[in-house]
């Protein structure tokens, strides 16, 4: 099972020596005079004027070092991340839209998988990625299918002729939970060369007070262990100061029990995932032309087991992804990009399905952009026609532009044309699935204010965001004479506000910083899916109409010290909103120290999470933990390259 991983550890060892033995040569040193390099190839890092962006800091990454993408994204910033409980599935939701409509992307390529749709973002480390941010709104015409409410950012990137540098994570915390990284890279003038290794563990028997039991009783959570290991090697390559090459390869392996939920008396089930991701990008710069072709290969999958009635079921599937683009810059005012991706899937169920399926996509598209010589206003175009298994997707397209009022004062706004290919479970699943289905298809359109004030006692930003959203053909499964099966009968229609602010007060060597992120959704079908439909204008089930976040953060020296406190209201649970979970408010405090040595740094950490002790449910039913803290400290260290 863990050859491949083996295997890809092996393979990024021998680069590491055979680099180093040619970094000893004259000739490198010699001929090839190139620059520092740091390989960013985002089409949406240029063409996404007009669209709100939260990039996570390294202060956010570093607090969440030990954790999952899941718990940083609940803690910074305004998704609702729905939990079903620690070590169990956590998906996301933007704009009251569904976890299909969030696009997950690893250095540009999409890693939801084709059959749900989904990626359980619990199993995803922070650590793994060297960059991630949060685009809102729709961007189909960037990204695909499933850009429909948002995307997320997980990138890597390289520095060249940086030396050798690493870090080793250790954490440990309540409930047995034991979390270990580490990461080497060695950087020279033509090489990069990264190893990421993880491994997490966890027992997750926490205490609750079961609401379902006759005198209220405190229950041991059971059947809830997690294992989450898995490695990730990134190698880059200068060709020559023209081209770039790199390969990444990434293993990872989860076994975790499945716990029962509130009203079950045990569970004995368990799940496995396991996935392989390989890609490879080649980029060649010439005159005002950057080219890239780009390619992926994903072959994971997902394998349930009860061993209460020996029953078995497994999910599998493969993803080849080809892709070719091209950047043309006119001048300093005109870009033009254009591209071609295509998408091949193949995919088996034991049960659910009756033979390989297979899934075929061609998509083209193109953006331009224009700005101002003094780039106080940017406004750009996309455009992306797609065939699926030969039928043609909704031609979608993105509008949007940003502008500078004043120094202080900036405005932004878009409109998209978003659409969703029903996923391979929507198609072929036996019995149920529908291959007559269409895609879901919209509108997604946003308008915002950014206010900068810059004082010598303070720094004040604050970024409100209307936001409005339209999906027509929304697929939802419905019971019919013998079974469930899909159907497009739904037309839902989002909208709301968006707020993050903060405030930063520097006290002599004090620094004082105030930050606050608020969600205000309302998200609604339209259209009754049968006679008498109750749910109509109704709020849709896990949407939480008000939820947001803020905290406070103290910086002396090197110590740091922050709160932050999360609120999520009502989540109804019926889609007649006769039935709803409660709000929840969670608090936790983080204390961090950091100890500098000669070329190497150590920052040790508690973390309290739940400090008052909250009782609640983010879903139905599904436990989850009262108070519990955890322990850490990460080790830094670099060795510069002495000829850098």
Not at 262 to 270: G, V
Not at 477 to 484: T, V
Not at 489 to 516: C, D, Y
């Amino acid at each position: 099972m863990l050859r491949i991983a083996y295997l890809i550890l092996i393979v990024s060892i021998a680069m590491l020596a055979s680099n180093r033995l040619f970094a000893q040569s004259n000739f490198n040193d010699s001929v090839f005079k190139l620059k520092q390099v740091n390989i960013v190839s985002n089409r949406g890092n240029i063409f996404s004027a007009g669209s709100k962006i939260n990039v996570v800091d390294s202060v956010q990454f570093n607090s969440h070092s030990h954790q999952s993408i899941a718990d940083l994204l609940t803690d910074e910033s305004s998704l609702f991340i729905k939990s079903y409980g620690l070590g169990s599935l956590a998906t996301s939701s933007f704009r009251g839209g569904s976890a299909n409509h969030t696009a997950i992307l690893w250095n540009g390529f999409n890693i939801s998988s084709p059959m749900n749709g989904q990626l359980d973002l619990s199993l995803v480390p922070v650590n793994l990625a060297d960059e991630i941010s949060i685009q809102y709104g729709g961007s189909s015409a960037l990204w695909g299918s499933g850009a429909v409410s948002g995307t997320i950012h997980i990138n890597n990137t390289a520095k060249f002729n940086q030396g050798f540098s690493g870090s080793i994570n250790l954490s440990g915390g309540s409930f047995a939970a034991y979390h270990q990284q580490a990461s080497f890279t060695y950087s020279k003038k033509r090489f990069v060369s990264v190893i990421k290794l993880f491994n997490a563990s966890a027992k997750n028997n926490f205490e609750y007070n079961n609401i379902f039991s006759a005198d209220n009783s405190k229950i041991i959570q059971t059947n809830a262990e997690l294992k989450n290991k898995g490695i990730l090697s990134e190698n880059y390559f200068l060709i020559n100061d023209k081209q770039r090459i790199n390969l990444l390869c990434w293993y990872q392996h989860t076994d975790r029990n499945i716990p029962p939920t509130m009203l079950q008396a045990s569970n004995n089930s368990a799940q496995i995932d396991k996935h392989y991701r390989i890609t490879s990008e080649w980029k060649y710069d010439k005159n005002r032309t950057t080219n890239f072709v780009r390619a992926a290969y994903f072959n994971e999958a997902l394998i349930y087991k009860d061993r209460t009635y020996n029953y078995a079921d497994s999910s599998r599937w493969q993803t080849f992804i080809a892709e070719a683009e091209s950047k043309i810059k006119l001048n300093h005012q005109h870009l033009i990009n254009v591209g071609i991706n295509t998408t091949y899937v193949a995919a088996l169920a034991s049960t659910g399905y009756t033979a390989i399926k297979n899934n075929n996509r061609l998509a083209a598209f193109a953006s331009y952009l224009y700005a101002t010589k003094n780039d106080k206003l940017k406004i750009n175009i996309s455009f992306r026609e797609e065939l699926a298994n030969h039928k043609i997707v909704p031609f979608t397209y993105t509008l949007g532009g940003d502008y500078e009022l004043k120094k202080w004062l900036s405005c932004k706004g878009n409109i998209s044309k978003v659409y969703r290919i029903p996923t391979m479970n929507d198609l072929y699943w036996h019995l149920g699935g529908n291959p007559d289905l269409i895609a879901e298809s919209g509108f997604s359109e946003e308008i915002g204010l950014k206010i900068m004030a810059k004082h010598k006692r303070f720094a004040f930003t604050t970024e409100p965001t209307i936001f409005t959203k339209q999906i027509n053909n929304w697929i939802i499964w419905l019971p019919g004479i013998s079974y469930w099966t899909p159907q497009n009968l739904m037309n839902v229609w989002s909208r709301g506000m968006e707020t993050n602010s903060t405030l930063v007060i520097p006290i002599q060597k004090i620094k004082l910083s105030f930050s606050a992120l608020t969600n205000y959704v309302i998200s609604t079908n339209q259209t009754a899916k049968s006679l008498n439909d109750a749910a109509v204008d109704k709020q849709l089930i896990y949407v939480p109409m008000y939820s947001g976040n803020a905290k406070m953060k103290l910086d002396y020296k090197n110590v740091s010290v922050f709160y932050r406190h999360n609120y999520t209201g009502y989540r109804y649970t019926s889609t007649d909103n006769t039935q709803y979970l409660k709000p929840y408010q969670l608090g936790a405090i983080y204390c961090s120290y950091k100890i500098n040595f000669n070329k190497m740094s150590a920052d040790v950490f508690i973390q309290v999470n739940n400090i008052w002790n909250e009782s609640y449910q983010a879903i139905l039913n599904r436990a989850m933990p009262a108070r519990n803290f955890t322990t850490g400290i990460s080790f830094q260290f670099n060795q510069t390259n002495k000829y850098k």
